[in-house]
């Protein structure tokens, strides 16, 4: 029984080298890396929004590529940009917002390889604490969760207020982060209404926690809320280190289009034995609704378009008053050369 076993396991592992060996060229033949300890922070890891990180990273892409990856998960993207500045982590896994949100401060960091072609964000009243909800204007005064104040979830719920004239200040914003906890926080009533990524807001729902008021999951309900398509998870970092450590980049961005590649094809099953067991919420069966409702948000290829940067910019500029549309150089928030390289290589 024990020769069994091992023989077994020999051949699992021959069967995985010989499977990456197909699936990229072996590391030694790749351009020497400028770093390979790379530190990447994150805000919800655990949400669909970073879902080709935690396949890429599942999947050994990362280590394929000659990379030795260590991921801090923070509560929300504002934190891990925080981490980002503040030198604890190389590259960030977060929002494309961030990079026109800095530029507007004199920083620059850039955008190399995207994730996320909507930003899978849905804002939800409770039917608990808000059984009348009928217009946004309910929502004056109220508590409204968000992952973390200043991430990309919060920039959802200011958007969606400010059409409806309703400043920031006119409502209190609280970090929920974007797992187990989001949900007691609603079901608990420390909340109104809640800004936050799946598989979060689709659990709510068939539930019947939450009412959907606004809705960025799939691509049509994207150009609803923002007028065309938004570009949401990337992989960003300061424009120095990009010129310092192209190789590195290069790296990155091919482990990422990797596991695009792979969620193309990717059925259901192949999610739930890919992902932490953790990361299903106690329902696998909602959690693959989710999967359902959001994929096609999930980037194909690590491409920005020119066109979801211009969306981006105008959507942050109608409710921010920092930011000068007018004054911000898209062209130096992202770059499609490593994204463009990994496209060709994986034929993404």
Not at 71 to 92: E, K, Y
Not at 142 to 165: C, D, F
Not at 329 to 343: C, M, P, S, V
């Amino acid at each position: 029984m024990k020769s069994t076993i091992i023989s077994r396991r020999t051949f699992a592992s021959a069967a995985a080298i010989a499977a990456a060996g197909i699936a990229a060229p072996s590391v030694w033949s790749q351009p020497k890396l400028e770093k390979t300890k790379i530190s990447i922070a994150v805000g919800g890891k655990a949400a669909f929004y970073y879902l080709p990180l935690t396949i890429s990273e599942q999947l050994g892409y990362f280590k394929a590529e000659g990379l030795d990856v260590e991921i801090a998960d923070f509560a929300g993207g504002a934190r891990a940009l925080q981490a980002l500045v503040g030198g604890s982590a190389d590259v960030v896994s977060g929002a494309y917002e961030h990079t026109i949100n800095m530029q507007s401060k004199n920083q620059f960091i850039q955008s190399f390889v995207l994730q996320g072609r909507a930003p899978q964000i849905a804002m939800g009243v409770s039917t608990r604490a808000m059984p009348n909800y009928r217009t946004l204007a309910d929502l004056r005064g109220k508590k409204i969760g968000v992952s973390a104040p200043g991430s990309s979830t919060n920039m959802v719920a200011n958007l969606v207020l400010s059409r409806a004239g309703i400043k920031a200040t006119d409502v209190s914003y609280v970090g929920v982060g974007t797992s187990a906890g989001a949900l007691t926080a609603l079901r608990s009533g420390q909340i109104d209404a809640m800004s936050n990524t799946d598989p979060v807001m689709t659990m709510l729902e068939q539930k019947g926690d939450v009412k959907i008021i606004s809705d960025t999951r799939t691509l049509k309900g994207t150009t609803e809320v923002f007028g065309g398509l938004m570009p949401a998870a990337c992989f960003y970092t300061h424009a120095e280190f990009i010129q310092k450590n192209p190789n590195t980049c290069q790296a990155l961005a091919n482990a990422i289009v990797h596991g695009l590649k792979w969620l193309q094809t990717a059925g259901p099953s192949d999610i739930i034995k890919t992902v932490p067991e953790n990361y299903l919420l106690g329902d696998r069966a909602l959690y693959l609704a989710s999967f359902h409702k959001v994929r096609e948000a999930i980037a194909l290829d690590g491409v920005m378009t020119e066109e979801g940067t211009r969306t981006a910019l105008k959507a942050l500029a109608s409710f921010d008053p920092s930011i000068k549309a007018e004054k911000i150089e898209l062209g130096k928030t992202y770059t499609n050369d490593f994204a463009r390289r990994a496209k060709e290589r994986f034929k993404a």
